[in-house]
């Protein structure tokens, strides 16, 4: 993973540093991510997952289910002029309960707050979108998604929840 300042950079040549005012991502400073691109404009970042999958196969006559639960994490840079901003998330992916009822969980935390979202069940795509807004005092914005698939969830069938992908955006 490119961890300078220059994504999407053709060459290596270094982004010029923002103007003075400018709210823009600086950069991914670290992330367990599969890739991740952003618009040349540096507002949108979007993050790709080929691995974030949950999985709980059919339980044996008498097995107790366990929670499972996930977690990824990445950080972006924020210039002076991006801290204390809005920020959009989109969290996209897809889930199935195996027949219950019973729902599932993603939380996306933005920084310190946590913003939670219940899948009801049984199965379906996830579509969430979340606003929250970037540290003030902080340099960076640290960003972690978290999966769980409670015990309450225990069926005869497969039970597994994904994450694909997640996009933030920088607002005015």
Excluded: C
């Amino acid at each position: 993973m490119d961890e300078s300042n220059n994504a999407g950079r053709e060459g290596g040549e270094a982004d010029p540093p923002p103007a003075a005012g400018e709210v823009r991502f600086d950069g991914l400073i670290m992330a367990n991510v599969s890739t991740f691109t952003m618009s040349p404009d540096r507002r949108i970042v979007s993050v790709l997952f080929d691995d974030f999958v949950l999985t709980r196969l059919p339980l044996a006559a008498g097995e107790e289910p366990e929670t499972l639960d996930h977690r990824r994490r990445m950080v972006l840079a924020l210039p002076a002029a991006a801290r204390g901003k809005k920020v959009a998330a989109q969290v996209r992916g897809y889930w199935n309960a195996g027949g219950s009822d019973a729902a599932a969980a993603v939380t996306l935390h933005l920084g310190a707050s946590a913003h939670p979202a219940a899948l009801p069940g049984p199965e379906g795509d996830i579509y969430l979108d979340i606003e929250g807004a970037t540290p003030a005092g902080e340099e960076a914005l640290v960003v972690d998604v978290e999966a769980l698939i409670p015990p309450a969830i225990a069926t005869d069938g497969e039970v597994y929840l994904g994450i694909d992908s997640i996009d933030l955006s920088l607002l005015d």
